[in-house]
């Protein structure tokens, strides 16, 4: 059993920062990568920023520049730096963990997904 709670959502101003944090907690053997995504009303739900045990990050195109995604592997938790935060920004935003579990004995990998947290940026 894998959980994974975000924190850090709220409120801010266009233009304001928000740092979102994540944890993965249970009987993981290993967590290959985090990322976080986002809906908004109306919208798919799309890749944000992920990383990968080792450092690499991807980002979408909209979010570059001021966007920053970091992990502490040792606490299994990614955080989600936001800056210069803009009305469509506006989404709830949901983190993952693809993590390694035992079960039967086997290894197997699964991708397991936080409950989400509002994002609104807005004067």
């Known amino acids: 059993q894998v959980q994974v709670v975000e924190s850090g959502g709220g409120l801010v101003q266009p233009g304001g920062s928000l740092r979102l944090s994540c944890a993965a907690s249970g009987s993981i053997i290993r967590i290959n990568a985090m990322g976080w995504y986002r809906q908004a009303p109306g919208k798919e739900r799309e890749l944000v920023a992920a990383?990968?045990?080792?450092?690499?990050?991807n980002y979408t195109d909209s979010v570059k520049g001021r966007f920053t995604i970091s992990r502490d592997n040792f606490k299994n938790t990614v955080y989600l730096q936001m800056n210069s935060l803009k009305p469509e920004d506006t989404a709830v935003y949901y983190c993952t963990a693809r993590a390694t579990t035992v079960q039967f004995l086997r290894a197997i990998v699964n991708d397991y997904w936080g409950q989400g947290t509002q994002v609104t940026v807005s004067s």
């Open positions: 990383i990968t045990t080792g450092g690499g990050t």
